[in-house]
């Protein structure tokens, strides 16, 4: 039986599930997108795509590699490099890397 990599996902979610999963409202989603005249866009923050004429989305893989950057950045004793080697991981190789670190 072949196995399947399940660790990331290409679903797509739209701007009211991102709202929903990141606990703000679509208009903060649209704010870090695109700033306003008083606030730059987020520049980490990841990029739709189109799927429509007047559609747009996340892939869910990368919310979620997102949010793990934002969680580990969060923590006082990481460093970039560490961040980087665990966001690029695949997610079986996680424990190992959070054993080495922590």
């Known amino acids: 039986m072949e196995s399947i990599n399940t660790s990331f996902s290409n679903r797509i979610i739209r701007p009211k599930e ?3 999963i990141l606990g703000v409202s ?9 700033g306003n005249s008083k606030r ?8 739709p795509i189109q799927i429509g004429a007047r559609a747009i989305g996340w892939r869910e893989s990368e919310i979620d590699s997102y ?8 923590q006082p004793e990481a460093t970039e490099e560490t961040t980087q080697q665990i966001i690029q991981k695949p997610l079986l190789g996680c424990n190992k890397i959070l054993k080495t670190y922590l």
């Open 18 to 20: 991102l709202a929903a």
């Open 40 to 47: 730059e866009p987020l520049k980490d923050f990841p990029q």
């Open 26 to 34: 679509p208009e903060t989603i649209r704010l870090w997108r695109k």
């Open 67 to 74: 949010m793990e950057k934002r969680r580990i950045q969060r």
